[in-house]
């Protein structure tokens, strides 16, 4: 199990056409190719702020944990979350008055950013599932101190994929769920969690390896409530095991629409 508090993350500004992005990079690095998980905060700080429609070459969850806005014709608000199976499109991502704030969670990193429908001859498979779901936070104080509910969120998929939503009290130990599948995400929605005498606040992020055993968490005074998603078990399905994604080639992979940057990331 390895944590990251939101302080500990490297942020980056990505100045679009369409609108700003700040990102913050929890497990490896937004628009860049490496092996292991990628997963980073993006906010869309302006109203009317946009991502056009696309896919991507891996499965990835977005969880949306500030703001409001839609994401095609559906409300998003926190805490939504959706998974796509690779080569799925999904958006346009839209931001409303208040901006819009969602992780975006891979196992491996993506090749790229593929506009649809102009990169609609990439696609290197059909497009797969899209599932969605949400967790309703309430004050972490409401569930008893030193209690732990874990609340399913989705009913588990045939090849792992699943979601839960756990409430801790006030200095409250718990379990979260077994990691059975391709690995999981645990997102600190609410309150905060302690693990080996460090805080971990709001916004903090959990990874879990798969075959790990179910992680523990301790919640602090203030209680804590969490969500966790896990992906699906690797299979001959492409963009879903990540030792197969990590034989493509870096250097030649990455694929972003010229029109999509206004101007360079800056760092």
Request: aromatic share 8%.
């Given at each position: ?6 302080e500990a993350t490297d942020e980056m500004l990505v100045d679009r056409a369409e609108g700003r992005n700040i990102i913050h990079n929890y497990f490896g690095v937004q628009q ?236």
């Open positions: 199990m390895k944590l990251v508090s939101p860049r190719i490496a092996e292991g998980p990628q997963a980073y905060l993006v906010d869309m700080p302006d109203e009317g702020s946009r991502i056009s429609p696309h896919y991507h070459d891996v499965d990835q969850y977005q969880v949306v944990v500030g703001g409001d806005g839609v994401i095609g014709p559906h409300p998003l608000r926190p805490v939504t979350f959706q998974y796509a199976d690779a080569y799925t499109p999904y958006g346009p991502i839209i931001a409303h008055k208040d901006g819009l704030t969602f992780y975006t969670l891979r196992m491996a990193p993506s090749g790229g950013h593929f506009d649809m429908p102009a990169a609609r001859h990439l696609m290197k498979a059909k497009p797969g599932r899209s599932i969605a779901g949400s967790f309703t936070l309430g004050d972490p104080y409401g569930t008893p101190a030193g209690q732990c509910v874990v609340e399913n969120l989705h009913v588990t998929e045939p090849d792992g994929i699943t979601a839960a939503g756990i409430r801790l009290g006030a200095n409250a130990t718990g379990k979260g769920i077994a990691s059975d599948a391709g690995g999981q995400y645990c997102i600190v929605c609410s309150g905060e969690v302690v693990h080996e005498g460090k805080r971990y606040p709001r916004l903090s992020l959990i990874l879990v390896e798969a075959g790990e055993p179910a992680p523990e968490f301790t919640a602090g005074a203030l209680g804590a409530e969490l969500l966790v998603v896990q992906f699906p078990r690797p299979s001959e399905r492409l963009g879903s095991d990540p030792r197969q994604l990590a034989t493509r080639d870096m250097q030649a992979l990455y694929h972003l629409p010229k029109t999509w940057l206004k101007e360079d990331a800056k760092h």
